[in-house]
Nanobody, 116 residues
Framework: QVQLVESGGGQVQAGGSLTPSCAAS????????MAWYRQAPGKQREWVAS???????NYADSVKGRFTISSDNAKNTLYLQMNSLKPEETAIYYC??????????WGQGTQVTVSS
């Protein structure tokens, strides 16, 4: 059983930066897509950014130009560099992996709080 463990969340002031990471418990095979999602209190989980095996990246319009998704395959780790954070981006951030051999995997989430 592969586990995804997020870390690197925290509390920052508006305009600040955070870079949560997501580490897999072992090397992942046949990875099609890795992504970050977030869920704010009382709202549905929403997609934030994704990276494919090519690699190519895609971002939600609301984070384009401020967030950068990246992966380090040697460390089995996914990152999300977040700059110019806004209070409305306070949420639990989840990593997601779609693998041809392992199916869909979710991390447990890491809390990001942005204060005004």
């Amino acid at each position: 059983q592969v586990q995804l463990v997020e870390s690197g969340g925290g509390q920052v002031q508006a305009g600040g930066s955070l870079t949560p990471s997501c580490a897999a418990s072992r090397r992942l095979s046949s990875v099609a897509t890795m992504a970050w999602y977030r869920q704010a209190p009382g709202k549905q989980r929403e997609w934030v950014a994704s990276i494919t095996s090519r690699p190519s990246t895609n971002y939600a319009d609301s984070v384009k130009g401020r967030f950068t998704i990246s992966s380090d395959n040697a460390k089995n780790t996914l990152y999300l560099q977040m700059n110019s954070l806004k209070p409305e981006e306070t949420a639990i951030y989840y990593c997601f992996v779609l693998s041809g051999s392992l199916g869909s995997l979710w991390g447990q989430g890491t809390q990001v709080t942005v204060s005004s």
